[in-house]
C-alpha cells in the first residue's frame, strides 16, 4: 500500500472513528464509544504509517541521487549529512504520531548532526577535499 493510500484511510478511519464516539455518545453506548475510539486510533496510526513511508520514499529517492554522485569525501559527508537529516525528520515524525517526545527529540538531534554533516561537506568541497 502506498504512503497516500495508508493516509487517506487513516483519514477516513479517524473520522468514522470520531463519528462513532459522538453517536455512541448520544444513545449512550459505551461499547459504541469504544469501538469508535479504537477505530480512531487505528486511523491515526495509519497515517503515521503513511507519513513514514512517504519519508523512507524520500530517503530511498535522495540515497539513490546520492550514490549518482559519490566521487569524494565530501559528497561521503552530504550524502551522510542528507541521510541523517531525513532519517530525524523521520524520528521526528513518528514521535509526534505516538506521542513519544524522546523520540521527537532525538530525531531533532539527527537531524541536526545531518546538517552539521552537510556543512562540513560544503568545507571540504571548498578546500578541494
Known amino acids: 500500500m502506498s504512503s497516500t493510500s495508508d493516509k487517506f484511510k487513516g483519514h477516513a478511519n479517524e473520522a468514522i472513528g470520531k463519528l462513532k464516539q459522538g453517536i455512541g455518545h448520544v444513545i449512550g453506548s459505551d461499547d459504541l464509544k469504544a469501538d469508535g475510539k479504537r477505530q480512531e486510533i487505528k486511523g491515526e496510526a495509519q497515517q503515521a504509517v503513511g507519513a513514514v513511508k512517504a519519508q ?69 568541497r571548498t578546500f578541494g577535499r
Do not use: C, M, P, Y
Not at 531525513?86 to 524520528?91: E, H, L, N, P
Open 56 to 124: 523512507v520514499e524520500k530517503v530511498r529517492d535522495s540515497a539513490n541521487d546520492a550514490l549518482d554522485s559519490a566521487t569524494s569525501s565530501s559528497t561521503a559527508d552530504s550524502i551522510a549529512g542528507h541521510a541523517n537529516q531525513i532519517a530525524g525528520k523521520v524520528k521526528q515524525t513518528v514521535g509526534r504520531a505516538v506521542g513519544s517526545t524522546d523520540l521527537e527529540v532525538d530525531g531533532l538531534a539527527q537531524e541536526a548532526k545531518g546538517e552539521g554533516q552537510k556543512v562540513s561537506s560544503e568545507v571540504k
